[in-house]
């Protein structure tokens, strides 16, 4: 009978992970929300929409093989924990995507009826924010727009 040795060195050097697995992480760590960004002319501050998926430096390299998985083009970020409780916490990695063009082509049409529980209403509930709030630009409330005209529904099949 004999063993199976798995070496640390290849499951961290894997660079391709399944959709599914992907989903179900960002399922339980990821998030889509809004970054605030400059200053518009009637003083408000304009609203990004983002997908973050954020966890312990430790999973860096999971949060690289995300985004090469997924082909995107961001950094991983690396930025010290709040503290601001007095819990000690460890460093965090991040993935965050803004990119107008990557949220329109990688990141809906990979998510779009895709998630389950409480993740896909947030997800929905973010498409309709994006449509709704009065400080997101012209340009990205069209994400919204080729939600609510189907075109994410007729390129479901891109991500299986």
Known sequence: MSEVFVNKQTILNKKTLTNDYIRGLVTGEGCFSFHTGWRQKNGRKCKMP????????????LLKMVRDSLD????????????????KRGRMAALVVRDFEQLKDIIIPFFYKKLKGYKAIQFIDWLEKIGSDPDVSDRYKSLYRLYKWGIFDKNIHLFP
């Not at 983002?50 to 390299?61: L, P, Q, S, V």
């Not at 995107?72 to 819990?87: E, M, Q, R, S, V």
């Open 72 to 87: 995107l083009k961001n950094p991983i970020y690396n930025h010290k924990a709040w503290t601001g409780d007095g819990y």
């Open 50 to 61: 983002t997908f973050y998926i954020g966890m312990h430096e430790r999973d860096e390299n």
